[in-house]
């Protein structure tokens, strides 16, 4: 196993650092106030200037669409394991990854388009969307099943002519709050009498087409992530030509499978960011306050959770870089044990190391004056967001037991 950062990487980690430490960290009251002022107005879901204004800077300096390899419309596009450092950068900051056009779902829907879609679908979609001009929205998720098993999914995809006519109920859809949104990818069953994986398909839906109510956005404790937002969705009679149609009926749970690989990792690398700023934070608030006649960071209780914050991201991080370097080297399905316990290993240590950077913090942990209580409740969300842990944790299983079967 090689875990070495090529000289690129390396390059564009200096200038990633660089900045975010001048424009990203020191402008996130802004960007809260600049929601706050929108709201005010009338208008909570307008995008952010502020992160307008920063994407050209990051395209200038080639920090831009890093996310995708092996794509002829993203030259620029890194490894797994050479974005994986980047990646865990840009997580710092939760609106940080938009301002480098690497942000989810985006990412993910770029990458079944490239894979999976026609030439004339590319040209209408992925090309706007890698030039930041548009954002998208993956609709699988649904409220009257069981989601954790996609199969489950009740949304139809029914064939009339030259035509597919969509009818479901979605929720959680990541990005359809904002404006730009301009495509769904949805995933849906063209045939509930096939065999159980052969069911589904998935469909490129633009997002004006009539048919779409977005009913309601959904808080994530309390917080709507706006301009961003997760949202309910009612597709009715929604009409698409025929070609909208990924690869072809029966395919969705392979396009699922596809998809879904990468974006786990990417949740993953950012998650870890998100553990390593709060333990920075956590080391410079217990080293500036003194309680019972010394700082705190001197006291023992103190000095164990740092230690074990460090031998857990340093853990994470290290898995997380196997499995990067596996699914570049032998491929996303000879990675999927490691995919799996990626996902289970670094949003947990995450939550972790989050609790106790809140913990450190007191009062002020549970404020919006530090980043601590939102990326507690946006990291809480990961242990459900691509699969929940408890599937994971079973396909984990099933994969070491195969072994002596």
Same mark, same amino acid.
Not at 87 to 100: D, S
Not at 336 to 361: F, G, N, R, Y
């Given at each position: 196993?090689?875990?070495?950062?090529?000289?690129?990487?390396?390059?564009?980690?200096?200038?990633?650092?660089? /900045?975010?430490?001048?424009?990203?960290?020191?402008?996130?009251?802004?960007?809260?106030?600049?929601?706050?002022?929108?709201?005010?107005?009338?208008?909570?879901?307008?995008?952010?200037?502020?992160?307008?204004?920063?994407?050209?800077? !990051?395209?200038?300096?080639?920090?831009?669409?890093? /996310?995708?390899?092996?794509?002829?419309?993203?030259?620029?596009?890194?490894?797994?394991?050479?974005?994986?450092?980047?990646?865990?950068?840009?997580?710092?900051?939760?609106?940080?990854?938009?301002?480098?056009?690497?942000?989810?779902?985006?990412?993910?829907?770029?990458?079944?388009?490239?894979?999976?879609?026609?030439?004339?679908? @590319?040209?209408?979609?992925?090309?706007?969307?890698?030039?930041?001009?548009?954002?998208?929205?993956?609709?699988?998720?649904?409220?009257?099943?069981?989601?954790?098993?996609?199969?489950?999914?009740?949304?139809?995809?029914?064939?009339?002519?030259?035509?597919?006519?969509?009818?479901?109920?979605?929720?959680?859809?990541?990005?359809?709050?904002?404006?730009?949104? @301009?495509? +769904?990818?949805?995933?849906?069953?063209?045939?509930?009498?096939?065999? %159980?994986?052969?069911?589904?398909?998935?469909?490129?839906?633009?997002?004006?087409?009539?048919?779409?109510?977005?009913?309601?956005?959904?808080?994530? /404790?309390?917080?709507?992530?706006?301009?961003?937002?997760?949202?309910?969705?009612?597709?009715?009679?929604?009409?698409?030509?025929?070609?909208?149609?990924?690869?072809?009926?029966?395919?969705?749970?392979?396009?699922?499978?596809?998809?879904?690989?990468?974006?786990?990792?990417?949740?993953?690398?950012?998650?870890?960011?998100?553990?390593?700023?709060?333990?920075?934070?956590?080391?410079?608030?217990?080293?500036?306050?003194?309680? +019972?006649?010394?700082?705190?960071?001197?006291?023992?209780?103190?000095?164990?959770?740092?230690?074990?914050?460090?031998?857990?991201?340093?853990?994470? %991080?290290?898995?997380?870089?196997?499995? !990067?370097?596996?699914?570049?080297?032998?491929?996303?399905?000879?990675?999927?044990?490691?995919?799996?316990?990626?996902?289970?290993? !670094?949003?947990? =240590?995450?939550?972790?190391?989050?609790?106790?950077?809140?913990?450190?913090?007191?009062?002020?942990?549970?404020?919006?004056? /530090?980043?601590?209580?939102?990326?507690?409740?946006?990291?809480?969300?990961?242990?459900?967001?691509?699969?929940?842990?408890? =599937?994971?944790?079973?396909?984990?299983? @099933?994969?070491?037991?195969?072994?002596?079967?």
């Amino acid at each position: 196993m090689n875990f070495d950062y090529s000289d690129r990487c390396k390059e564009l980690q200096a200038k990633l650092l660089a /900045f975010m430490d001048e424009h990203i960290y020191p402008n996130e009251k802004a960007f809260k106030e600049e929601v706050e002022r929108n709201g005010a107005n009338g208008n909570r879901w307008q995008p952010t200037g502020l992160v307008e204004r920063l994407k050209p800077l !990051a395209r200038q300096q080639g920090l831009w669409n890093l /996310f995708l390899p092996r794509s002829e419309r993203a030259p620029e596009g890194l490894s797994n394991l050479d974005y994986a450092p980047l990646c865990e950068i840009m997580g710092r900051v939760a609106w940080a990854p938009e301002v480098f056009n690497c942000a989810a779902p985006d990412t993910g829907n770029m990458e079944t388009l490239e894979r999976y879609a026609q030439e004339e679908h @590319k040209r209408r979609w992925l090309e706007p969307l890698l030039n930041g001009e548009i954002r998208s929205a993956f609709a699988m998720t649904e409220p009257d099943v069981a989601s954790s098993d996609a199969t489950n999914i009740g949304t139809r995809i029914e064939k009339q002519g030259d035509e597919y006519v969509i009818n479901g109920h979605k929720w959680w859809i990541s990005g359809a709050g904002d404006p730009r949104c @301009k495509l +769904f990818i949805v995933m849906g069953k063209t045939d509930p009498e096939a065999a %159980r994986h052969q069911q589904q398909a998935m469909i490129l839906v633009p997002s004006d087409t009539p048919g779409i109510t977005v009913k309601r956005p959904l808080p994530v /404790f309390g917080y709507d992530d706006a301009p961003h937002g997760h949202c309910e969705i009612l597709f009715e009679n929604v009409r698409v030509p025929a070609n909208s149609i990924l690869l072809g009926e029966g395919r969705g749970f392979e396009i699922a499978q596809g998809r879904l690989g990468p974006g786990r990792i990417h949740h993953c690398m950012r998650a870890i960011g998100v553990a390593e700023r709060a333990l920075e934070l956590m080391c410079r608030r217990l080293d500036s306050r003194i309680a +019972f006649g010394r700082k705190i960071s001197e006291q023992g209780v103190w000095r164990e959770r740092i230690a074990e914050s460090r031998i857990r991201i340093d853990t994470a %991080r290290l898995l997380t870089l196997k499995t !990067a370097w596996l699914m570049d080297t032998v491929g996303n399905k000879q990675a999927q044990s490691e995919i799996a316990m990626i996902k289970v290993l !670094a949003p947990t =240590v995450a939550q972790q190391v989050l609790d106790w950077a809140i913990q450190a913090h007191g009062a002020a942990g549970v404020s919006d004056d /530090f980043p601590l209580a939102y990326q507690w409740a946006g990291n809480r969300t990961l242990r459900l967001a691509d699969g929940p842990d408890e =599937v994971h944790r079973n396909a984990i299983a @099933k994969l070491e037991l195969a072994k002596y079967a």
